[in-house]
């Protein structure tokens, strides 16, 4: 097993890549350059936790390479699993999969809901 810390650019982003199985150096510098870039973000808050990924041994296996992370951004949670037939395509999959769960935590207090105004016959505005 390996496990590494990045950081990330102009953040103070710590992100322990773990690996299990066959992963080879070069996927697991594929993945922490995805990883980096996914949670290289201007104004997010302090970043950290851990990806996990995981190649089965068994050769009848159809998507061999699994991934699971879990970042903290801030006080909020961004849970992340994908599974795929390479590692380039896992990593490509995972970046994808924290931009999205990165985006969601930035925009999150900027668009919380609004709760529309009771109806009239519960104290609301009258017409």
């Not at 061999?64 to 849970?79: C, E, K, M, N, Y």
């Given at each position: 097993?390996?496990?590494?810390?990045?950081?990330?650019?102009?953040?103070?982003?710590?992100?322990?890549?773990?690996?299990?199985?066959?992963?080879?150096?070069?996927?697991?510098?594929?993945?922490?350059?995805?990883?980096?870039?996914?949670?290289?973000?201007?104004?997010?808050?302090?970043?950290?936790?851990?990806?996990?990924?995981?190649?089965?041994?068994?050769?009848?296996?159809?998507?061999?390479?699994?991934?699971?992370?879990?970042?903290?951004?801030?006080?909020?949670l961004v849970t992340v699993h994908a599974r795929e037939a390479t590692a380039r395509e896992l990593a490509d999959r995972l970046h994808d999969r924290l931009c999205a769960g990165t985006e969601r935590v930035a925009h999150r207090?900027?668009?919380?809901?609004?709760?529309?105004?009771?109806?009239?016959?519960?104290?609301?505005?009258?017409?």
């Amino acid at each position: 097993m390996t496990a590494k810390d990045i950081g990330t650019r102009g953040t103070t982003a710590t992100v322990r890549v773990r690996a299990d199985g066959e992963v080879d150096e070069e996927s697991l510098a594929y993945l922490r350059e995805k990883v980096g870039t996914a949670l290289d973000r201007p104004g997010l808050p302090p970043v950290s936790g851990e990806v996990r990924v995981l190649r089965a041994s068994a050769h009848h296996v159809e998507l061999p390479w699994s991934a699971g992370a879990d970042i903290r951004i801030g006080s909020h949670l961004v849970t992340v699993h994908a599974r795929e037939a390479t590692a380039r395509e896992l990593a490509d999959r995972l970046h994808d999969r924290l931009c999205a769960g990165t985006e969601r935590v930035a925009h999150r207090d900027a668009a919380t809901r609004r709760t529309a105004a009771p109806p009239p016959w519960r104290g609301g505005p009258q017409k």
